[in-house]
């Protein structure tokens, strides 16, 4: 059973770009959460997905940022218009079904935006 | 809602000694709860975790202990070793909360060799 799976590890954008990351949860979870880490800090939780829903997108800035999780397919979390402050890991964590409440987390995909 | 603070921010100890990590949390709905250890450049990785139905669980140099009157639980790491240098986070859920987790800030966790 592979784990999370996140691509792309490392992307490079500059400033006013668009950057797309994915995430394929493991195999039977239908819970996806993204998550962004700065430097030397803690998680930052923005937003928690289930199939074809979002559930909580508390964490995610109104502008710029949007998620979805389709059907088929991975998680997506993009980044329009991309700036400097936008550099930083991003994780996504996936859960299975509703009942059970640990996350797996994926490697991060490390967004820097030059 | 619900509020997880996280103590120290940073612990350093020495190798063999025993470090202890505690959170608090606001919501007494809340009833689960897990560490996540976190290395330099890795992801957070589950390394322990209880339900609010037990008061103390264990797996070898690790345990976590939950004092549901106070709102507290801790980490507790004995005989350290170098390996356990990381970031630790705590964090805390509740059924009616969809199961997210609401994370403490972390604790950096130093071994001095």
Request: proline content about 6%; aromatic content about 10%.
């Given at each position: 059973n ?5 691509n ?7 400033r006013?770009q668009?950057?797309r990351?994915?995430?394929s949860?493991?195999k ?11 430097p030397e ?5 923005m937003?928690y ?8 997108e508390?964490?995610m ?11 088929e397919?991975p ?11 936008d ?8 859960s299975?079904?509703q009942?059970?409440?640990e996350q ?6 490390r967004?820097?935006?030059? | 809602g ?5 103590h ?19 919501d ?5 709860f897990?560490?996540y250890k ?8 589950l390394?322990?975790?209880?339900r ?8 070898q140099?690790?345990a976590?202990?939950?004092?549901k009157t ?15 240098s990381?970031?630790y986070?705590?964090a805390?859920?509740?059924?009616d909360?969809?199961?997210q987790l ?5 604790t950096?966790l130093i071994i001095?060799?």
């Amino acid at each position: 059973n592979a784990g999370v799976m996140q691509n792309p590890r490392h992307l490079v954008r500059r400033r006013g770009q668009e950057a797309r990351l994915r995430c394929s949860p493991m195999k039977g979870h239908s819970h996806v959460y993204w998550y962004r880490q700065l430097p030397e800090e803690g998680l930052k939780f923005m937003v928690y997905l289930q199939k074809e829903n979002i559930i909580d997108e508390s964490g995610m800035p109104k502008e710029r940022f949007s998620a979805e999780f389709p059907k088929e397919g991975p998680s997506i979390l993009r980044i329009q218009q991309v700036v400097r402050g936008d550099s930083a890991a991003y994780f996504c964590a996936s859960s299975p079904l509703q009942g059970q409440n640990e996350q797996y987390f994926g490697p991060g995909t490390r967004l820097t935006v030059t | 809602g619900e509020n997880v603070e996280q103590h120290p921010s940073t612990l350093s100890v020495q190798e063999g000694d025993s470090a202890v990590i505690k959170c608090t949390y606001s919501d007494s709905a809340s009833n689960y709860f897990p560490w996540y250890k976190q290395e330099l450049g890795k992801r957070p990785q589950l390394i322990i975790d209880i339900r609010s139905n037990v008061g103390e669980k264990k797996d070898q140099r690790i345990a976590v202990t939950l004092n549901k009157t106070a709102k507290h639980f801790s980490l507790h790491i004995t005989e350290t070793q170098p390996e356990d240098s990381a970031v630790y986070f705590c964090a805390a859920s509740k059924v009616d909360s969809n199961y997210q987790l609401i994370w403490g800030a972390g604790t950096k966790l130093i071994i001095k060799p």
